[in-house]
């Protein structure tokens, strides 16, 4: 990260703590060891100068919050790197609006979603495709209704960004009523396909889908969070990363993703209703 970037993150985050902070400047210098004048300098938008180590181990401690997200190296205040188990959504108390996902969604209101399903995307979803994923995965039928309907209402808020980008050929597969959904019915699957088109027109264009080659591009199911955090999906658990630096190398990576789509998002409404009439 460059110098003059670094230096502007950590200002930004002092300023934070400043503003909790109940005394005043110069109580708040006193608390870590320097005085009125040097944390002035800290502030100042013309340096790009960085306190001593000592120092910024000071600030961290006496704040308790970790050197690297006050050097703005990642979003979380306590410990970094952490892989954080998430909470089984068949398994939450009170439905999908109260558990991390949802947690991590309302924190980014305001910035853009990126996000990369590993199959059909959730809200997208119809209530016969949410009782036969519910039966085959063995994941609770009302959790996955909630979860679809948390998003819908989510993505129907004015200052909501979504992106969404997966392979074309997920949506083909589906329509042949192959792989996972060999068991479901053709007739169901039209009603699917229909259904998702007319979402996909319903929210657009606060909701934008891209659909690439699978064959020529390979992602693993990830959301990004604005430019908090990252959730790589594992099944019945995520991967949570932090890191500002890792949070950027994914959403080059969803970039690049995007850049590869076949079908842009003006195309994909019109794209699904026409594998709903295909005879297959």
């Known amino acids: 990260m460059d110098k003059r970037d670094l230096s502007s993150l950590f200002r930004e985050r002092l300023r934070i703590l400043l503003s909790r902070y109940a005394g005043n400047q110069s109580a708040f210098a006193a608390s870590i060891g320097i005085d009125r004048s040097a944390l002035s300098q800290m502030l100042s938008e013309t340096s790009t100068r960085l306190p001593r180590a000592e120092t910024l181990l000071t600030i961290a401690a006496e704040h308790k919050i970790s050197l690297d997200w006050l050097m703005g190296l990642s979003q979380d205040e306590g410990l970094t790197g952490e892989i954080r188990e998430s909470l089984e959504i068949e398994e939450a108390p009170d439905g999908f ?13 305001g910035t853009k979603i990126r996000y990369v399903p590993a199959g059909l995307p959730d809200l997208l979803r119809t209530d016969a495709l949410i009782d036969y994923e519910s039966e085959i995965s063995n994941r609770s039928r009302e959790a996955q209704a909630g979860e679809t309907q948390y998003r819908i209402d989510y993505n129907r808020r004015p200052e909501t960004d979504m992106e969404v980008c997966m392979p074309r050929h997920t949506l083909e ?72 630096s890792t949070v950027q190398r994914l959403t080059r990576h969803f970039d690049t993703l995007i850049r590869s789509a076949e079908i842009n998002p003006h195309e994909a409404s019109s794209f699904t209703a026409g594998l709903a009439g295909m005879h297959f």
């Open 173 to 244: 597969v589906f329509a042949r009523g192959l792989g996972v959904w060999s068991g479901f019915p053709e007739q169901a699957r039209r009603e699917q396909l229909k259904h998702m088109s007319r979402l996909l027109d319903d929210l657009y264009p606060a909701f934008r889908l891209f659909l690439y080659d699978g064959r020529l591009r390979y992602s693993v199911p990830y959301t990004i969070f604005g430019p908090y955090r990252a959730a790589v999906y594992a099944g019945d658990m995520y991967l949570v990363l932090n890191a500002t």
């Open 97 to 109: 609006d109260r558990t991390l996902l949802a947690k991590w969604h309302a924190e980014a209101v």
